[in-house]
């Protein structure tokens, strides 16, 4: 992965976040402290986006061990 991949990766998540955050905020105004359980759920979908599940090594091959990926990286 090049260094502009990475920087085009790390800002398309900054825009997931805010979107995420404008539609906590709007529904938190809407509902208010009734929404707890919302917000973890939020949290939860969030955090699924922003984890690399695979990715294709160098010669082609699927990694999908977390420990893998995070040495290729």
């Known amino acids: 992965m090049?260094?502009?991949q990475e920087?085009?990766?790390e800002k398309l998540l900054e825009q997931d976040d805010m979107i995420w955050r404008?539609?906590?905020r709007l529904k938190w105004d809407h509902l208010g402290e009734?929404?707890?359980g919302?917000?973890?759920l939020l949290n939860k979908i969030r955090q699924s986006k922003?984890?690399?599940k695979e990715m294709k090594?160098?010669?082609g091959e699927t990694i999908r061990d977390p420990k893998q990926i995070g040495d290729f990286i």
Do not use: E, L, S, V
């Open 57 to 59: 090594g160098d010669n």
């Open 7 to 9: 920087d085009q990766i």
């Open 22 to 24: 404008q539609k906590a």
């Open 2 to 4: 090049t260094h502009n």
């Open 38 to 40: 919302y917000f973890f």
């Open 50 to 52: 922003a984890t690399i």
């Open 34 to 36: 009734r929404c707890t």
